[in-house]
């Protein structure tokens, strides 16, 4: 099983990112996804989640109604869109999923500071 993300990076209050994270080695359209991040000095905190279907997600209500999670299961992706970021958006964001056990992406750095 592999999740590599992508998409981080810098930008400015109020700015937009998307991740993507790209999932292989598992039958990706069966199983829910979600997002975590981990701040310098936090704990890892979930910030989004959706079943496999994509009939369903819910988020940390420090960013609900800012980001959106999708996913494309004929292209074996989830997506994270992020709007109206702010400076204490920053974190390391990973991608996490559960099948017979627990996997992580690497992380992608998201910084938001002008």
């Known amino acids: 099983v592999q999740l590599v993300e992508s998409g981080g990076g810098l930008v400015q209050p109020g700015g937009s990112l998307r991740l993507s994270c790209a999932a292989s080695?598992?039958?990706?359209?069966?199983?829910?996804m979600s997002w975590y991040r981990q701040a310098p000095g936090k704990e890892r905190e979930l910030v989004a989640h959706?079943?496999?279907?994509?009939?369903?997600?819910n988020y940390a209500e420090s960013v609900k109604g800012r980001f959106t999670i999708s996913r494309d299961n004929a292209k074996n992706t989830v997506y994270l869109q992020m709007n109206s970021l702010k400076p204490e958006d920053t974190a390391v964001y990973y991608c996490?999923?559960?099948?017979?056990?627990?996997?992580w992406g690497q992380g992608t750095q998201v910084t938001v500071s002008s």
């Open positions: 080695g598992f039958p990706f359209s069966r199983y829910a």
């Open positions: 959706i079943t496999s279907t994509g009939g369903s997600t």
């Open positions: 996490y999923t559960i099948t017979l056990r627990v996997y």
